[in-house]
């Protein structure tokens, strides 16, 4: 943080999935989660994210394997799992800033 406050930190690249950097206060414009976080949901057929709570009020309401809504794909934690490609943008933002 006190790298952020005197204007010093580029860029923060984290392997961490647990979203400790955000509830630190680090700036998301300055924060690369490289394998993705916990807090998000996505679809792994389109685009769709959101939230992670979306995905599981609709556990609690009763669904055991919910779908995407927008295709109807298998929906996971915006993780990066075996097999998954990295984030391009992500990997560009950590190439760029280690330049």
């Known amino acids: 943080m006190r ?3 005197r204007d010093k ?3 923060l690249v984290t392997q ?3 979203g ?3 509830k630190a206060g ?3 414009t300055r924060l690369v989660e490289i394998h993705g976080n916990t807090r998000r949901a996505m679809c792994l057929e389109c685009d ?3 939230d992670i709570e979306v995905v599981v009020d609709r556990v609690r ?3 055991t394997d919910p779908r995407c809504l927008v ?3 298998i929906l996971k934690s915006a993780t990066i799992s075996f097999g998954q490609s990295l984030v391009e943008d992500d990997l560009a933002r950590a190439q760029a800033a280690a330049e």
């Open 3 to 5: 790298l952020q406050e």
């Open 9 to 11: 930190l580029l860029l």
């Open 16 to 18: 961490n999935v647990d």
């Open 20 to 22: 400790l950097h955000h």
């Open 26 to 28: 680090s700036d998301p």
């Open 48 to 50: 769709w994210r959101d």
């Open 61 to 63: 309401a009763g669904e």
């Open 71 to 73: 295709c109807g794909g």
